[in-house]
């Protein structure tokens, strides 16, 4: 087992590239309600995968952004000369669960400074081995993909409201990516399919090698040519917010992908894969502990070891 440490910041070779939304988040939980904190795809999935690997963002905020939260993603080693700061409004989610915090219902979606987004990658991006799409407009997430010159492995995230607003242009994405990272209801309303079987069957015929179903408080499930792997969710007692759970789980797993640098030899055979579900489990375990990535900031590598072990433990038999 390898454990969690970081590149060197020089190390390029691993460096994962991440697209998807900052935003602010206004929650409301069984555990209480929070109004605009700091949340978005791209920033849950930096902050997790910045554990394993080097970052460069692309992504664009508003000018009422922060400008303290760019200094605490900086010093992660998170490469932010693909952020843009845009004049206007930052992109702002209002979002509530019900008590079994499974799934997250969208009260309201204003996309602000992301509805003239036009991601240009800087310098040294178009050469990323690693890119995670987060959870943006699939045509956005293809923009960004035609800049790339050579990637190893492209991750792709993607959520209801863009399997049913813009189901055409997400399918012609699908069909670019190695690994989708999808909720279970997402993925039967994707697919149309009655089971998982059928589901990850379909959507793996749309494009992606590998699949990673996640299951919320019941765990996730790997689909690849090697067959299938369950790995159940750490049973926690406290758990008050589910949001960015997703994209914190999207984190561990790439960036122990990148960590590993195994390149397409990722697909070989599906060992490597197993063990960036359990690090993206691990991660995810500390973002819904707390609201926002309040937990997650907190959080050191030798806790995320810590829960490893407790994965391994858990599993054995
Ligand atoms: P998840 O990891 O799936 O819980 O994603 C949580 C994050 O997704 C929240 O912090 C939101 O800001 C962000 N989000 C919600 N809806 C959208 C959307 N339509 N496009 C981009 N980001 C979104």
Redesign the pocket.
């Known amino acids: 087992m390898a454990s969690i440490n970081k590149p060197n910041a020089t190390d390029s070779r691993r460096a994962i590239l991440a697209v998807?939304?900052l935003?602010f988040?206004s929650i409301r939980t069984p555990s209480g309600n929070v109004d605009r904190i700091l949340?978005?795809?791209a920033?849950?999935f930096s902050i997790s995968a910045s554990f394993f690997a080097n970052l460069k963002l692309v992504g664009i905020v508003g000018q009422d952004f922060p400008k303290a939260h760019l200094d605490v993603l900086a010093k992660r080693g998170i490469d932010l000369e693909g952020l843009e700061i845009a004049k206007g409004e930052t992109?702002h989610?209002v979002?509530e669960y019900g008590n079994d915090l499974s799934e997250?219902k969208?009260l309201s979606?204003c996309l602000n400074v992301f509805e003239h987004f036009n991601p240009k990658l800087p310098g040294d991006y178009v050469d990323a081995r690693y890119v995670f799409l987060g959870?943006?407009d699939p045509e956005l997430q293809r923009s960004v993909h035609k800049q790339l010159k050579k990637p190893a492995l492209v991750a792709l995230d993607s959520?209801n409201?863009?399997i049913t607003g813009k189901k055409e242009s997400l399918l012609k994405t699908l069909e670019i990516v190695d690994l989708l990272t999808i909720?279970e209801g997402e993925a039967y309303l994707l697919s149309g399919a009655h089971n998982i079987l059928d589901a990850a069957k379909a959507i793996r015929e749309m494009g992606p090698r590998a699949l990673v179903v996640k299951r919320g408080e019941y765990g996730a499930m790997l689909f690849t040519d090697h067959g299938m792997f369950a790995a159940p969710a750490l049973p926690l007692s406290t758990v008050k917010d589910?949001?960015?759970?997703?994209?914190?789980f999207a984190g561990g797993l790439m960036g122990y992908l990148a960590h590993e640098d195994a390149g397409e030899d990722i697909f070989k055979d599906d060992t490597i894969l197993r063990r960036a579900v359990i690090y993206g489990s691990v991660m995810a375990s500390f973002t819904v502990e707390d609201f926002g990535f309040t937990n997650l900031l907190k959080t050191t590598a030798k806790q995320a070891e810590g829960r490893y072990q407790q994965f391994l433990k858990m599993t054995k038999f």
Do not use: R
Not at 243 to 248: E, I, L, R
């Open positions: 998807g939304s935003a988040d949340g978005g795809s920033n849950y992109f989610w979002g997250a969208t979606t959870n943006i959520m409201f863009w909720n589910p949001t960015g759970a997703g994209d914190t």
